[in-house]
């Protein structure tokens, strides 16, 4: 009985210390980098924890103006810097964070780590950001939607609409009996890109639960449409002339050069005297063909002969 005695006065005296001292509550999205808000001065040594209930763990260390990452974070930590920062958030880093220093003492951090889903949308389109939540039986309820740290919508039983915001942004009428507490973006607009995360409050004012994040982006309509058709270029099906035109364009232009080429070798044959034509006897067969002088004279005849 005395562990577990002993663990709950710790998380007892941890619980009163946040209380009193903690001066931030920072939600971060899984992946991204995060820097501590909290640091100790240039002429101060100090260090950084993590804050568990067996035992505090040693983040970093600050000698001479820079921190100093331990071991077990250097491959998601930067070192050597003047301010502590984490290249990657992982869901398994979210707690409580205690930056003691030399001179203005220790303050603590509150860190969640939330999964965002990620969502692409085209400008003037509809989109709607999920977040659920059990609400019967708890009065007093305030949702909270925040982007990129500024409250967009808040709603209570109070409240018929987003407070504050423009007419595009909505929520469900009967969010408070259905749980529903998805927001609506109407004709989204590239100025409504950012983070967005659903916060839940009780009739104290506190936050209940984990908040739901989202990360919208907004793409114009040129450039949207742009991509597609980049990535997917049209499939076009050639008709029956488009495949049959190029066989006709070539079988033209074989008769053409058949053709040329029998007016050359005639040429040829005809000028080195093995082609013997009477032209005289041809003029004359065509003039009495054009004018019949009589119907009962015989034909002419073309003699056309050929020397092998």
Partial sequence: MEPVRSGCFRAFILFLAVCLQATDCVTVILGDPFEVPVNCE???SGSLQRVRLDGPRQVATYQRGQWTV???????METNLSKIVFIRM???????YEVTCSKTGTKYVQLEVVYAEK????EGDNVTLHC??????????????????KPVCVKNSNYKGCNGTPDRLSIPTDWITSGNLSLT???????????????????????SGTPEAHRLT???????????????????TQSCSEHTQPWQISTWILLVILLLVALV?????????????????????????????NSNEAPTIIYLSLKL
Wanted: proline letters at 5%.
């Fill in 70 to 76: 331990s071991p077990e974070y250097r491959d998601r």
């Fill in 90 to 96: 992982q869901y398994n880093d979210g707690g409580i």
């Fill in 218 to 236: 907004v793409t114009e309509k040129m450039t949207h449409q742009m991509i597609n058709s980049t990535a997917a270029p049209e499939n076009k």
């Fill in 119 to 122: 969502l692409l949308v085209t």
């Fill in 185 to 207: 973006i109407e004709r989204v607009q590239p100025e409504d890109s950012g983070d967005y995360f659903c916060y839940i409050q009780d009739q104290h004012g506190e936050q």
């Fill in 42 to 44: 240039p002429g101060e």
């Fill in 265 to 293: 070798a005639f040429l040829c044959l005809w000028r080195s005297g093995k082609i013997n034509c009477d032209f005289g006897k041809l003029y004359e067969l065509v003039e009495k063909s054009c004018h019949p002088s």
């Fill in 132 to 149: 659920y939540y059990k609400t019967r039986g708890k009065p007093g309820l305030t949702v909270r939607w925040v982007k990129n740290g």
